[in-house]
């Protein structure tokens, strides 16, 4: 099953088919959770998911990039970046190991 996408649609009928709220309620809080996530990241928050994993924001300092056609250096600008880094379990999970790992 490698390379298929879920999709906003996708997690919305998985909270219908399995939580039993109606299409709408489960597109509303699908919708939901990924704006509160969304927000808070924003704001710069880390937002950590026990047993799935963290969203980090991480401040990148301004560089000398190389533009690989004609080598020319530019200076890449200071920006934030948000990272994911996946809990213990997740990792775990990922390698057919389920409910080996620590809790993070």
């Not at 879920?6 to 909270?15: G, I, K, Q």
């Not at 990241?41 to 533009?67: P, Q």
């Not at 990792?91 to 409910?99: L, T, V, W």
Request: glycine fraction near 10%.
């Amino acid at each position: 099953m490698a390379g298929q996408t879920v999709t906003r649609a996708d997690l919305c009928e998985a909270v219908y088919q399995k939580i039993g709220l109606s299409r709408t309620e489960s597109s509303k809080l699908v919708e939901a959770v990924l704006d509160e996530i969304c927000d808070a990241v924003a704001r710069g928050e880390n937002v950590k998911l026990s047993s799935f994993g963290s969203f980090v924001v991480r401040d990148k300092g301004e560089r000398i990039g190389r533009n690989p056609k004609t080598g020319v250096e530019v200076p890449i600008e200071p920006r934030r970046v948000m990272v994911f880094k996946p809990s213990n379990v997740m990792k775990a999970r990922i390698n057919g190991q389920a409910g080996e790992g620590d809790e993070e």
